[in-house]
């Protein structure tokens, strides 16, 4: 596997010795195909700390770049994606992200900032059967993005400040404000995609939440949409028959705490 190749290389590189015998590495996954829930990374991801564990080495690999070394090897294999899905993975719970080129270029990675899980309001996950190839719809605006495009950059930056904003209404419980930023978030990645590249399945998943009243994005780049019902239960359960009749998949999210372990917590910066 590609993430055998790029963590050998790391170790090589980096002068950590591995000592072991040989293994067998096999996996099975309940992630839905390319509905924008990260399933490729989080195999990645798993077979990463499979590695750490087998060859005693979690405490020599800080998990600030742990992130880097699984998107190494998604490129690898010719997918087109970014760190966001594989910090979330790496360090699980709630994490505030700052990609910021000063951070990036000092740093060689962004700050990360677990938060606690329980600022988050009920989140309810929507998704379609028939997946998106979330690849071919990265493809155009990251090269857009590498070739300068002014307005693709400058999007991007809008985008960048809801993070900052979310961390915020978070902080201080203040879920309206929540909503609204959860709907200029794909009210921007539409401007700068398209409808074509979003696809008309994905589309109708988005506005038919926001019918009820739901505020709606999506969790990646298609396939499936986090909603927040701001209203409460009663809401939901008009989202729910909503849902039902458009033939999408709805279910509550379920949060789960930072998986860092006290060894992984030695590895970061402070």
Not at 123 to 145: C, F, M
Not at 226 to 236: D, K, L, M, R, S
Request: proline share 3%; aromatic share 8%; charged share 25%.
């Amino acid at each position: 596997m590609a993430i055998c190749k790029v963590f050998y290389k790391y170790c090589s590189d980096k002068s950590i010795e591995l000592q072991g015998g040989n293994f067998t590495l096999s996996y099975e996954t309940n992630i839905p195909r390319q509905t924008g829930l990260s399933g490729s990374s989080a195999i990645i991801c798993a077979a990463l700390n499979c590695l750490l564990d087998f060859y005693n080495v979690r405490h020599l690999v800080k998990v600030e770049i742990r992130p880097d070394l699984i998107l190494s090897a998604e490129k690898e294999l010719g997918i087109v994606a970014g760190l966001q899905d594989r910090v979330a993975q790496v360090y699980g719970g709630l994490v505030y992200m700052d990609f910021s080129k000063e951070h990036m270029d000092k740093l060689g990675h962004g700050l990360y900032t677990p938060l606690d899980i329980g600022l988050l309001p009920t989140l309810h996950l929507i998704y379609a059967e028939n997946p998106s190839d979330s690849g071919k719809v990265h493809s155009t605006v990251r090269q857009r993005w590498l070739d300068g495009d002014k307005f693709v950059r400058s999007t991007m930056e809008q985008v960048a400040k809801l993070a900052v904003e979310g961390r915020e209404v978070l902080l201080e419980k203040k879920y309206n404000e929540l909503a609204m930023l959860m709907n200029r978030n794909f009210d921007l990645r539409r401007e700068m995609f398209g409808d074509d590249a979003l696809g008309s399945l994905n589309i109708k998943m988005i506005e038919m939440a926001r019918s009820v009243g739901a505020a709606c994005k999506f969790t990646g780049s298609g396939g499936a949409a986090v909603a927040f019902c701001p209203e409460g239960p009663p809401q939901f359960k008009i989202l729910e028959e909503a849902c039902k009749k458009e033939g999408f998949m709805v279910q509550e999210v379920v949060f789960v705490p930072s998986v860092l372990s006290s060894e992984d917590l030695k590895t970061l910066s402070h």
